[in-house]
């Protein structure tokens, strides 16, 4: 709508909604501050926003005495690795359903997100089992495998309405043009669909890093990602402020940077293209 | 497109992701199915015996069953009417025009991608707790008492966490809409004398009601197994005050290893997503064929 | 070489046959339109040549080999799409280079072709440029210069004028018949627009329902329609029909006359009638008579500028020779 809107209009929507996202923003941004003070000034009374001596000897101590580093490897390795299985095992299948589509294609679609919809809790006992029994328990491999799987429905949906979107006109005309499947998929479809897939991968890369049902029962110490290192903050731990604020932010920052970057996408993922 | 060639490639490359969730799917629910008939406890291993429907009886007559789910009940419901309302409000504010745009909303996403573990611990220590949170501090200034949140209102607590981590979802997804609104709508209605209110109900609502149903249907699939958030904060209590179906099945199979009762469960919660998913997969396929 | 030949080709997706049993012959170096209204089955039937599609049952023969099986990339063919299908990632360089590419040529060898089509083409100028940054007219071009250096046996257009505006439209079509000169290479060319046919074909096939109406040169099928059909169809404005009374004095079920068939006059003619709407084009006057008896409504086509305007009355008399006549079911009878 290409309207006029009068500046003070304008000056009182501008001081709302940045006290509005201000207020969301808080508990973030509390976080990262305490996350620089010493444990005596993080619970001081009254709080101390901005006039405290800041240091970084949290961020110095949690990772040399918790083997922080160990943990996030862990988040690395399970949710890049889950995402990149996923995707190895999903494009072929995305790309088969957008191109070739057959009358059973809605229907394997379908299918295919009630999966996702099984609630975890509902298989955790036989998963429980056969990786305690395949001696996958606290084992990155058997998160890695867990998370490709819960994973899989909305990487093939994702690429799938981002599939559709590439006119099937220009494979034809590729074909025509002389190209065999193979390079069809390497000279063509892979160019253009990069776009969409790279923004797969970081959606899934958040949701992974961020599991936190499967990462809590599956793992004990040795594979535990950060999701499951921070909860084992939760007591006695917890009262050490300071370090946990820098725990938090050092497991939050890569994803919310990623996040940001992803936030188009994101509603389209979440919501399997029912919304666009 | 469609000729023989492709079409048999096209199979060779969809059965791989077919048959891994086809595994995915039978082989754990249909142990989760058979176990819930047995007598069968990781304390005794090798007593196991068949046990009929006792589990499910067990399950279903045990007054914590019916605690979880209306807990679990409450959670969603809440969490769902929150993130709603707020989302539509602040929908309508962020699709304004004003200075700054891009950074606010940066700031109102964020708490999606905060890791449940830490939103959870965050809101418990730092906020939440009696003495030294920050709620604390601020009803001491104020000359009032402190008010042990987790103690005294443990699921409203929850509830609270789990509402700040999904309004951004929520926020994200109906201002996605607005914007989809074609504004030659909103001036038709405009040149039809419809004052902004009328426009609001009249052509607004109905245009975010579909976006508002596929919020609440997406939300309740993840909100019915909230977990990370009850376990670094009350663990399920005091009592059964804060334990929804999840939470329950995981205490009764992992911390007390009834596999049996725990799998009964596990069946009564997949029934309840199910019934959830029905309607959320007719929505989706409907989209898929416009 | 180009010679295409249709033996009892026919199509179905599942139960709805779109092209029933079809036999057609097109020789090397013809041009050939495919016309009919939207949904005849002209664009399957392209595709099916292209090997885009496969056939129910039935055989293609291009240059005396049977096709039938043969993937679209062995055919030799080349084809341009309605939405002109340029790899948006690629500079028009690489474009009109793909199918080249893709048939081992040596990178000189390459080099030289997509040079030379693009010399012919007038696009050298965008050579380095992304299809995004070009207008309707030069990526139709691409297209076409993706097409040419492969230097097929046959060109298949499809629809491919139908995203330009109508300027673009009179000069493409020139370009490209102009290029059917110049190569002298088999095209098949599908088009829902009668001018485009006319202007350009040696051959047009008029398709209705998958089926084959009629085949014949422009002229041809302008002077002799073989049913109303295909009288109805080509030649603008439309072929007036009459039934009844009128059309039985002349022994038929239905008379045709085209519009400009019709001799116009203030005072006396054969039929009488109102002028409705009138259209003044300078070169030709368009006018529209009502309150014939005859028909709903007539149009007449008078050359030049003439002084036809609402609420006049006049006169028309067809031009004997000129009368098509139809029986029942629509044919021609001579």
């Known amino acids: ?144 495998i867990v998370l490709t799987l819960i994973n899989l429905p909305i990487v093939i949906w994702m690429l799938y309405t981002y599939f559709k979107e590439i006119p099937v006109d220009i494979l034809e005309a590729a074909r025509m043009d002389g190209a065999s499947l193979k390079s069809e998929i390497i000279y063509v479809l892979t160019p ?85 | 497109m469609a000729t023989q060639h492709s079409r048999a490639a096209a199979r060779a490359m969809l059965s791989p992701s077919v048959l891994l969730l086809l595994a995915w799917m039978i082989i754990p629910l249909s142990m989760t199915l058979y176990f819930s008939f047995l007598r069968f406890n990781l304390l005794m291993p090798g007593m196991e015996e068949w046990a009929g429907f006792d589990n499910y009886r067990y399950f279903l007559t045990d007054p914590a069953f019916w605690y979880a789910m209306r807990n679990t009940l409450v959670l969603v419901g809440g969490v769902l009417v929150i993130t709603i309302v707020g989302g539509t409000l602040l929908g309508l504010l962020l699709d304004q025009d004003f200075f700054g745009q891009g950074i606010v909303r940066v700031l109102v996403i964020a708490p999606f991608f905060v890791m449940p573990t830490v939103s959870a611990l965050v809101w418990k220590n730092m906020f939440m707790n009696p003495v030294n949170g920050l709620f604390a501090h601020f009803a001491q200034a104020l000359g009032l008492q402190p008010f042990d949140f987790l103690a005294q209102a443990p699921l409203l607590s929850i509830i609270v966490i789990v509402a700040w981590q999904w309004l951004p979802f929520a926020t994200l997804i109906l201002l996605t809409a607005l914007q989809s609104l074609d504004s030659e709508q909103l001036e038709a209605a405009e040149m039809d004398g419809a004052s902004p209110l009328s426009r609001f109900i009249y052509i607004v609502v109905p245009h975010l009601s579909r976006a508002i149903t596929v919020v609440i249907l997406i939300q309740t699939i993840f909100l019915l197994s909230v977990f990370a958030e009850i376990l670094v904060t009350t663990n399920g209590g005091p009592g059964y005050a804060s334990t929804n179906l999840t939470y329950l099945v995981y205490v009764q199979s992992l911390l007390q290893f009834d596999v049996g009762g725990g799998s009964a469960g596990g069946v009564v919660a997949i029934i309840l997503a199910n019934i959830v998913a029905i309607f959320l997969m007719r929505m989706i396929g409907k989209n898929l064929e416009s | 070489m180009g010679q295409i030949t249709l033996n009892k080709v026919r199509k179905a997706f599942g139960d709805v046959e779109v092209i029933p049993p079809l036999d057609l012959r097109i020789e090397d170096g013809e041009f050939v339109v495919f016309v009919g209204p939207s949904g005849c089955g002209k664009s399957t039937l392209l595709r099916l040549i292209a090997g885009l599609e496969d056939v129910s049952s039935g055989a293609i023969v291009i240059d005396g080999k049977d096709a039938t099986d043969v993937p679209p990339a062995k055919r030799g063919l080349a084809m341009v799409f309605q939405s002109y299908a340029l790899y948006p990632h690629m500079s028009v360089r690489k474009n009109i280079a793909f199918p080249l590419k893709m048939a081992g040529l040596s990178k000189s060898e390459i080099d030289k072709r997509v040079d030379n089509a693009a010399r012919v083409l007038n696009l050298a100028a965008y050579i380095e440029r992304k299809p995004g940054q070009l207008s309707g007219g030069q990526r139709q071009r691409v297209a076409i210069g993706r097409a040419i250096v492969r230097e097929p046996s046959a060109f298949l257009f499809d629809e491919p004028l139908s995203n330009l505006d109508a300027a673009l439209r009179v000069n493409m079509r020139l370009e490209i018949s102009e290029l059917h000169n110049t190569l002298a290479t088999t095209m098949v060319y599908v088009t829902h627009d009668q001018v485009e046919a006319m202007t350009m074909a040696d051959k047009i096939v008029v398709l209705q329902a998958g089926r084959i109406e009629q085949v014949g040169s422009p002229l041809d099928l302008y002077r002799t329609p073989s049913n109303k059909f295909v009288a109805g169809f080509i030649g603008s404005p439309r072929m007036n029909f009459i039934e009844g009374p009128e059309a039985a004095k002349y022994n038929a079920h239905t008379i045709g006359i085209r519009p400009e068939h019709l001799d116009v006059s203030n005072t006396e003619g054969a039929w009488k009638g109102v002028v409705g709407v009138s259209e003044h084009l300078g070169s030709d006057t368009f006018a529209h008579v009502l309150d014939t008896g005859l028909s709903e409504g007539m149009t007449v086509r008078a050359s030049g500028e003439v002084a036809l305007n609402h609420g006049d009355t006049v006169f028309m008399t067809p031009q004997p020779d000129k009368i098509h006549r139809f029986d029942e079911q629509g044919l021609r009878l001579s």
């Open chain 1, 1 to 144: 709508m290409a309207r006029k809107v009068t500046s003070r209009r304008m000056a009182i929507v501008t001081v709302v909604a940045w006290a509005v996202g201000f207020a969301i923003f808080f508990p973030i941004l509390w976080t990262i501050i305490t996350s620089f003070k010493t444990e005596a000034e993080a619970i001081a009374s009254p709080p101390k926003f901005l006039n405290f001596h800041w240091t970084l000897e949290n961020y110095i101590t949690v990772n040399e005495r918790s083997n922080y580093f160990r943990h996030f490897m862990n988040s690395v390795v399970i949710s890049v690795g889950s995402t990149l299985l996923a995707l190895l095992i999903a494009v072929p299948a995305a790309w088969s359903m957008a191109f070739v589509p057959s009358k059973r294609t809605k229907d394997i679609l379908m299918w295919m997100l009630s999966t996702k919809m099984l609630p975890p809790v509902g298989v955790l006992i036989p998963i429980y089992l056969m990786f305690r029994n395949l001696g996958l328990l606290d084992t990155r491999t058997g998160l890695v």
């Open chain 1, 192 to 276: 253009m669909a990069v776009p969409g897939i790279a923004s797969t991968l970081l959606l899934n890369v958040i949701l992974a890093w961020n599991e936190a049902f499967w990462t809590l029962n599956l793992t004990a110490a040795k594979a535990a990602p950060l999701t499951a290192f921070i909860a084992s903050y939760s007591s006695p731990e917890g009262l050490f402020y300071a370090k946990l604020s820098a725990a938090s932010t050092m497991a939050i920052a890569p994803i919310l940077i990623m996040g940001w970057f992803s936030q188009k996408q994101l509603v389209r993922g979440l919501t399997f293209g029912a919304v666009k």
